[in-house]
C-alpha cells in the first residue's frame, strides 16, 4: 500500500521554491471554511491590501491568481492585448522568451530588443525602438531576471515608455518583495509576481496589479479575452471592491491564509528593512564566493541579491555537485537554464531563506564539496569573507 508521503526537511537556496517559514506552514493547515464565508471576504480584503503595500500601489484592481507566476503573466497578457496590437518585448533570459510567447498567442506582434544573457535590458535599444515603432501600445520587460540573476533599471525603461505613450508590462516574480519596487511611482500598468520567491510563501499564487489605464483597456476591449478562467472582467466580480461577491471559481482557502501569514510578516519586517535585508545577506555570499575563487557571471552594479549565478570551475560536473549538496547538506542550489545551462549555479536568497545561516551553509557545503572534487578553491577564505561583512 502506498504510504503517506513526508518530505526531507530542505533547505531551499535554488531559483524558487525558497524556504517556508514555520508560520507560513501552520497558516496553511488551519481549517478550510468557504470561499464565499463572510469572514473568508475579510481576509480576501486583507490580502488586496498587504498586496498593495508589498507592490507599493493604491491600484483597485490587485490581487492573487488563483495559479503559479506563469498564470499571472498569462492573465496580463491576454488581458491587456487584442490580436493586431503591436508590442515591444524586453528580452535578457529566459522570463523575456516566454514573454514573447504569450504575445503570439494572442495573435498580437512582438518586437524584441534583445541584450545578452548576464546584462540588464539597455535603455538606449528600448529608445530606439520605440522610435522605430510608435505603433507599439505597451512595453514589457522582466524586473529580474531569475535565469541569469540580473536586474534591470526598471524606474528607468517604465520612464522611457510612458515618453512614447505605452502601457508598461513589468515581470516582477523574483522581484516582489527582495529588491525595490514601486508600482506607482514608476507608473508600472501591469505587473505579475509569484508567492515562492521572495515572499517564501508556497507555490501557486501570482499576485497581480493594474493600473486605471490598464482596467480601462480591459473593460473597453473589442473583443471577450480567450481565457475564460483569467479574464479579469469576471475575476473583478469576484475580488470587487463591494459587498457583492458572485462565484468565479473555487479560492484556493488555505493557500491564501499562507499568502496572507507571509503577507503579514513582510509587513512586520518592512519592505525596505526586507530588501535591506536582502543586500545585505547577498554582500556576505558574494564576498565569500570571490574569496572562493569562484566568479559571478552578473557585473556588481546589475546583480540582483536574491538570485546569484556562479560560474562552475573547469572540469567539474555541476550536476554531482548538486546532488552532493541535496544528499549530504540537503542543501537546493539551482542549475543553469537556457544558454547557462551546465555553465552556472542559480544559488537563491530568497524570502525567509536570506539569512546568516543559509549563506554560511551555502559557502562550507559548496566549498568543501568543491574542494573534494580536486577543485581548486578555498573554503575557509570563503567564510572569513563573509564573517568580515557580518562583523562591520
Ligand atoms: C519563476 C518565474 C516565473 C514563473 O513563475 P512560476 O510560479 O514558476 O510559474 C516567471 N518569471 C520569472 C522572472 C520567474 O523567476
Redesign the pocket.
Known sequence: MIQSFYPPQRTLMG??PSDVSPRVLAALSRPTIGHLDPQFITLMDEIKELLQYAFKTRNELTLPVS???????EAVFTNLLEPGDKIIVCQN???GG?MKENVERCGATAVMVQDDWGKPVDPQKLEHALRANPDAMAVAF??????TGVRSDARHLCALAHEFDCLVIV?????LAGIELRVDDWGIDAI?S????CLSCV??L?PVSFSERAVQRISQRRQRVQSWFLDMNLIMDYWGGDARRSYHHTAPVNALYALHESLVMVQEEGLEAAWARHQHHHDALAAGFSAMGLGLVVDAQARLPQ?NAVEIPAGIDEALVRRQLLQAWNLEIGAGLGSLAGKVWRVGLMGHAANQTNVLLCLSALGSTLQSMGAAVKPEAAIEAAQEIYAA
Open positions: 531559483p524558487g495559479a503559479p507566476g506563469s498564470a499571472g503573466m533570459g529566459v522570463f516566454r522582466v524586473h529580474a531576471e531569475t535565469s515581470d516582477a516574480v523574483t522581484s505579475y509569484g508567492t515562492q520567491k507555490p501557486g501570482s538570485l
